[in-house]
């Protein structure tokens, strides 16, 4: 439910100010769950942070073993968030972005194996504005 609200919550803050920053919805996003939820926690890169490892923020969530309550586990995600473009526009440059380290894609995926976690995108579609 909380999921749906901060969808919801962005959705509407991009329809109103159509060319809010990505770093702006990402730090929103992260302090709102952050502050709602006592089991996940996370790490935002710097631009510079990102340009090394292709992530924008490092996630970290917790569950308890349902045989053991006091038994934690956890899960790391280095995560790279993208703001997607609706009516068939290519979005394939977003992804295969570069720099003078590499693609991003590949420097998400290196940095995740070397710190032992899941790689993922998180996509923001932009399906209500028009570009």
């Known amino acids: 439910m909380m999921f749906h609200y901060f969808s919801e919550y962005i959705y509407n803050w991009i329809n109103r100010q159509n060319h809010v920053k990505e770093e702006s919805l990402t730090d929103w996003l992260l302090y709102e769950i952050s502050q709602q939820c006592d089991f996940i926690y996370y790490q ?18 917790l569950t308890t073993d349902e045989n053991e309550r006091h038994k ?12 997607l473009f609706p ?37 923001i579609l932009l399906e209500s504005l028009m570009y």
């Open 72 to 83: 934690f586990n956890a899960y790391r995600f280095m995560v790279q968030a993208k703001k």
């Open 87 to 123: 009516n068939g526009k290519d979005n394939y440059s977003l992804i295969s972005y570069g720099n003078k380290y590499g693609t991003q894609v590949d420097l998400l995926l290196d940095s995740a194996s070397v710190r032992n976690a899941l790689p993922i995108y998180f996509f």
């Open 44 to 61: 935002a890169f710097s631009r510079h942070e990102e340009a090394q490892n292709g992530s924008d923020w490092e996630w970290w969530i």
